[in-house]
């Protein structure tokens, strides 16, 4: 299974497809913290939710890089949860690089203020915020880019359909007025509690956590029933 998972994250650099997400996000974080500073919670806040698309945008360029036949020739080489796996995981690695990276352009284009003393909130609690913020975020993302993908959709039109409903279902269901935020992925509150709106922010943090995990495993499961029913 590891050398599956290498496979496709060479296919997916070498074929220059990792670029357009990636770029992508780094025009959002650019422009974003290009017109002023501010607190570094603030702006992980804001990254988190708008780095969503771009991670399962990511997502789903990565696990339609094989080609049917090959992806059936590694269900029958490793097995059909490998195989999955394999690609989840490949997935995974690719977000965490982008979540990476969204962690620190902000700091490299000055777009972040360092705390003031007695009046922010110290910067190891920001940044812990904002690394807690685009992490809850992943597992969502690389979900919601599954589901989209070929091997689930079969089709193209189909899979942009599912990324694109997707990933704007979970913004506006996360919202505060919406009254069903369980069916989506906490992204409007993680950005909420990150940027230090509300109380109780520790046992918030634990809870949308919980909630995050959850939907995630929900919807990796959609995923695996979808591609049972594919040969």
Known sequence: MSALLVMRLTGFVRTGR???????GLLVIGV??????????EAYAVSSVVLFPVLAWQAKL???IEPDVQRRLAVVTVGRRREALAGLLAATVVGLVTVLLGLVVPWLLGGVALPRPAVDAPLAGQLALGAWAHLAAVPAAVAVGALASRAATRRTTYGLAVLVGGVVGAMVLSLPVSPVPWLAPPLMSVARV???VGDDQAGRVALLSIQAVIWAAVALAG???LRRRRP
């Open 223 to 225: 995923y695996a029933a």
């Open 62 to 64: 990565l696990l339609d």
């Open 194 to 196: 990150t940027a230090g």
């Open 18 to 24: 990792v670029l357009a997400p990636l770029l992508a």
């Open 32 to 41: 974003l913290n290009g017109g002023g500073r501010s607190q570094a919670a």
